[in-house]
T-cell receptor, first 114, second 111 residues
Framework: NAGVTQTPKFQVLKTGQSMTLQCAQDMNHEYMSWYRQDPGMGLRLIHYSVGAGITDQGEVPNGYNVSRSTTEDFPLRLLSAAPSQTSVYFC?????????????FGPGTRLTVL | SQQGEEDPQALSIQEGENATMNCSYKTSINNLQWYRQNSGRGLVHLILIRSNEREKHSGRLRVTLDTSKKSSSLLITASRAADTASYFCAPTTSGTYKYIFGTGTRLKVLA
């Protein structure tokens, strides 16, 4: 049981390039989400999903796309990378929607956009 | 969805001392969770307290919840250098799918 895994661990992009950050979980959790964390800051919610085929925007969705074709995977796509997207990205999953919903976080992807 | 606000922003104590950090929120909740983040790592769930509970313990952690004041506190007793981390609260409302985290309390425990 690996929990939540993220790939890659590190990535450097040039402005304008696109890429996909991968997130997978093996806990059969319905809820998954993506956050970004800038230096010295808290986490900001980018997109989230309450189940396969259902996604919605968080606080800072611009410049990012997501899809949820399976329960296990929730990839985050950067359409045209910008230096403002330099950040650490965390994916999380939780078992239940509602009153009891501990989130399990992945180890993060550190992205630098030049 | 709602965001918890942690206070203080930073806290520095000596090993062996107790550390207390607070969380305030704005609307009624079903539960409140505390998370820890070690430098460069993802958040790790520490403890959950339900809205009908006033106090909960887990090892050296003690969490209190005062729903009338819309606040919670996390106490770490006999702190260790390994407790050095950022701590975040997450107040949660039933039917809410968005988890909004604040900027956290950065705890530094000096050996």
């Amino acid at each position: 049981n690996a929990g939540v895994t993220q790939t890659p661990k590190f990535q450097v992009l040039k402005t304008g390039q696109s890429m996909t950050l991968q997130c997978a979980q093996d806990m059969n959790h319905e809820y998954m989400s993506w956050y970004r964390q800038d230096p010295g800051m808290g986490l900001r919610l980018i997109h989230y999903s309450v189940g396969a085929g259902i996604t919605d925007q968080g606080e800072v969705p611009n410049g990012y796309n997501v899809s949820r074709s399976t329960t296990e995977d929730f990839p985050l796509r950067l359409l045209s990378a910008a230096p403002s997207q330099t950040s650490v990205y965390f994916c999380a999953a939780s078992a239940r929607i509602g009153s009891y919903n501990e989130q399990f976080f992945g180890p993060g992807t550190r992205l630098t956009v030049l | 969805s709602q965001q918890g606000e942690e206070d203080p922003q930073a806290l520095s104590i000596q090993e062996g001392e107790n550390a207390t950090m607070n969380c305030s929120y704005k609307t009624s909740i079903n539960n409140l969770q505390w998370y820890r983040q070690n430098s460069g790592r993802g958040l790790v769930h520490l403890i959950l307290i339900r809205s009908n509970e006033r106090e909960k313990h887990s090892g050296r952690l003690r969490v209190t919840l005062d729903t009338s004041k819309k606040s919670s506190s996390l106490l770490i007793t006999a702190s260790r250098a390994a407790d050095t981390a950022s701590y975040f609260c997450a107040p949660t409302t039933s039917g809410t799918y968005k988890y909004i985290f604040g900027t956290g309390t950065r705890l530094k425990v000096l050996a």
